[in-house]
């Protein structure tokens, strides 16, 4: 029955057009939660317009950062709270020790992945978190637009070939994009540490640890 409710709403709200698009993007990614449907839309709209490719995935991004926008704000004035209404306080800490860990790539990362990764509980704890508000959009509309742009380009060259593809090996996407990005956060801190320090660095260095 629900499931015929939302359909029925997503249809209504497509016949809108990219308004539509919007709507939807943000009802799913705040107070509904339609698994793949900004993927679908997407990648569907693509294969019968392949001129759209070029706004379409942009205005699935649009909607899912106000969407996030609104869900990280609740979040934000409820906090911890908020989290525990609707998450297990396990699944809090595992989340709060990869934010303290990772910063910003904690929300790269399942914000770029496909489902069926987590994503809601990343955005709900920046929230929580109080993670800068500026920052928080903006890593939700890069890392949005990157995953609806491939999407798709990849519709235009293979079709629905994509969306068979993105149901049948999401977590081995996920993982994937997860130790990329892993990799690099790695290689950035290292060189970071072997980069030589500034005059200013060294100052203050110095101020810290005097001669004895």
């Given amino acids: 029955m629900l499931r015929e409710i939302l ?8 016949e809108l057009g990219p308004v539509g698009m919007i709507f939807i993007a943000v009802l799913d990614s705040s107070l509904l939660s339609i698994p793949e449907i900004n993927d679908v839309i997407v990648v569907t709209r693509v294969l019968h317009h392949p001129a759209e490719v070029l706004y379409w995935p942009l205005l699935a991004a649009t909607g899912s950062v106000l969407g996030c926008l609104l869900l990280y704000t609740l979040a934000r004035a409820g906090g911890e ?8 306080p396990e699944k809090m800490r595992r989340v709060e020790r990869v ?6 790539f904690a929300l790269l990362i399942p914000a770029l992945c496909p489902p069926p990764t987590p994503f809601k509980i990343f955005v709900a704890t920046a929230g929580a978190l109080r993670y800068p508000r500026a920052k928080f959009m903006l890593t939700i509309l890069l890392a949005r637009s990157a995953r609806y742009y491939v999407e798709g380009v990849l519709a235009v060259l293979y079709g629905h070939a994509v969306l068979r593809y993105l149901r049948e090996h999401g977590i081995t996407i996920a993982l994937g994009i997860g130790a990329v990005v892993a990799i690099g956060y790695g290689i950035a801190r ?4 072997r980069a030589p320090l500034s005059a200013e660095d060294r ?4 101020t810290a640890n005097p001669p004895l």
């Fill in 7 to 14: 359909e029925a709403l997503k249809n209504g709200l497509l």
């Fill in 81 to 88: 709270t908020f989290l525990r209404r609707r998450f297990s």
């Fill in 99 to 104: 934010y303290a860990r990772y910063g910003a």
């Fill in 190 to 193: 290292a060189l970071r540490r």
């Fill in 203 to 206: 100052r203050l260095s110095q």
